[in-house]
C-alpha cells in the first residue's frame, strides 16, 4: 500500500520555527515530485512549496517564500519543509503529496490536480 506520512506538526509562537517531514512507505519517493500544501479552516486548500524529484527545482508561494524551504533526502525517502519566521497565518494541517515526474508539470505545481497520493496531514498552530 503506498503511503505519504507527514510528521513534525505542533503548536509554537509567533516568530518559532518547525520543520516537518513527509515519509513514503510502499514506494521510493526518488522519481516523485513532492508538493506541500495547507487547509486552515474556512479557507480553500493552498498550495505552500514543491520540490521535483532530483531537488534541483523549488517553487514557493507568495506567502512563504523567503521563509520556508523544502528540501529532500531521498536516501532517508524523506522530504522536509522547513517554516522559519511563523505566523498565525501559518496556522492549517499541511500536508505532503507526491506526483510521478513524469507527469508533473512545475508550472501547475500548486494545483492539488497535479498529484496522485496525498498523506492524512500535521496540524501546525501558531499562537502566543
Known amino acids: 500500500q503506498l503511503q505519504l506520512v507527514e510528521s513534525g506538526g505542533g503548536l509554537v509562537q509567533p516568530g518559532e520555527s518547525l520543520r516537518l517531514s513527509c515519509a513514503a512507505s510502499?514506494?521510493?519517493?526518488?522519481?516523485?515530485?513532492i508538493g506541500w500544501f495547507r487547509q486552515a479552516p474556512g479557507k480553500e486548500r493552498e498550495g505552500v512549496a514543491c520540490i521535483d524529484s532530483s531537488g534541483s527545482v523549488t517553487n514557493y508561494a507568495d506567502s512563504t517564500k523567503g521563509r520556508f524551504t523544502v528540501s529532500r533526502d531521498n536516501a532517508k525517502n524523506l522530504v522536509y519543509l522547513h517554516m522559519s519566521s511563523l505566523e498565525p497565518d501559518d496556522t492549517a494541517v499541511y500536508l505532503c503529496?507526491?506526483?510521478?515526474?513524469?507527469?508533473?508539470?512545475?508550472?501547475?505545481?500548486?494545483?492539488?490536480?497535479?498529484?496522485?497520493?496525498w498523506g492524512q496531514g500535521t496540524q501546525v498552530t501558531v499562537s502566543s
Open positions: 510502499g514506494f521510493t519517493l526518488d522519481f516523485y515530485a
Open positions: 503529496a507526491a506526483a510521478r515526474w513524469d507527469y508533473w508539470d512545475d508550472s501547475n505545481w500548486w494545483r492539488g490536480g497535479e498529484y496522485e497520493y
